[in-house]
T-cell receptor
Framework: EAGVAQSPRYKIIEKRQSVAFWCNPI?????LYWYQQILGQGPKLLIQ????????DSQLPKDRFSAERLKGVDSTLKIQPAKLEDSAVYLC???????????FGPGTRLLVL | AQTVTQSQPEMSVQEAETVTLSCTYD???????LFWYKQPPSRQMILVIR??????QNATENRFSVNFQKAAKSFSLKISDSQLGDAAMYFC???????????FGKGTRLHILP
């Protein structure tokens, strides 16, 4: 079974630029999560999708972050404009509906200069 | 609000020895899940072990076992016969129910000494 795929693996941008991350969950997984992991901390949930609907985006900085999951499969997370404090690893995870195990992708490491 | 605390930022253990990572959590709920996740240097988070709060029996997965003390809100991970491949960040995590988000601790970096 293929795992959660993410791209790019690394990205370096300057502040105020835009950036987008892509996630392809495990086939058949209805629930998809985006996490932000700042160095030295545990992952923090940004947004949760159930199929193509948003379940929880309470911790998403909506003035600069946006996410979508078209057709309930792939998802993109965008930051516009980026700030220095956005430097982090962005993790995508997926989960088979009504299961308790989240499967994580390798993450995208973002550095904002 | 639920919180997860890992008081050991780093730990070291000799290869083949046993090590215990500590985790405490705060919740007023009675039905929840607890997890230990491993994040190797490649950064892909992997589930190590899972415990349902309603189960009194401690979960075990090969060399990994937990000591779940519900009243004390403690959930420690024991790694037996430590191997070089066990070197990673270990995150303790809590989930209220199957539809809620996971709350992670800050992690413990485990070093394995050859």
């Amino acid at each position: 079974e293929a795992g959660v795929a993410q791209s790019p693996r690394y990205k370096i941008i300057e502040k105020r630029q835009s950036v987008a991350f892509w996630c392809n969950p495990i086939s058949g997984h209805a629930t998809l999560y985006w996490y932000q992991q700042i160095l030295g901390q545990g992952p923090k949930l940004l947004i949760q999708f159930q199929n193509n609907g948003v379940v929880d985006d309470s911790q998403l900085p909506k003035d600069r972050f946006s996410a979508e999951r078209l057709k309930g499969v792939d998802s993109t997370l965008k930051i516009q404009p980026a700030k220095l404090e956005d430097s982090a690893v962005y993790l995508c995870a997926s989960e088979l509906n009504y299961q308790e195990t989240q499967y994580f992708g390798p993450g995208t490491r973002l550095l904002v200069l | 609000a639920q919180t997860v605390t890992q008081s050991q930022p780093e730990m070291s253990v000799q290869e083949a020895e046993t090590v215990t990572l500590s985790c405490t959590y705060d919740t007023s709920e009675s039905d929840y899940y607890l997890f230990w996740y491993k994040q190797p240097p490649s950064r892909q988070m992997i589930l190590v072990i899972r415990q349902e709060a309603y189960k009194q029996q401690n979960a075990t997965e090969n060399r990994f076992s937990v000591n779940f003390q519900k009243a004390a809100k403690s959930f420690s991970l024991k790694i037996s016969d430590s191997q070089l491949g066990d070197a990673a960040m270990y995150f303790c995590a809590y989930r209220l129910n199957r539809d809620d988000k996971i709350i992670f601790g800050k992690g413990t970096r485990l070093h394995i000494l050859p």
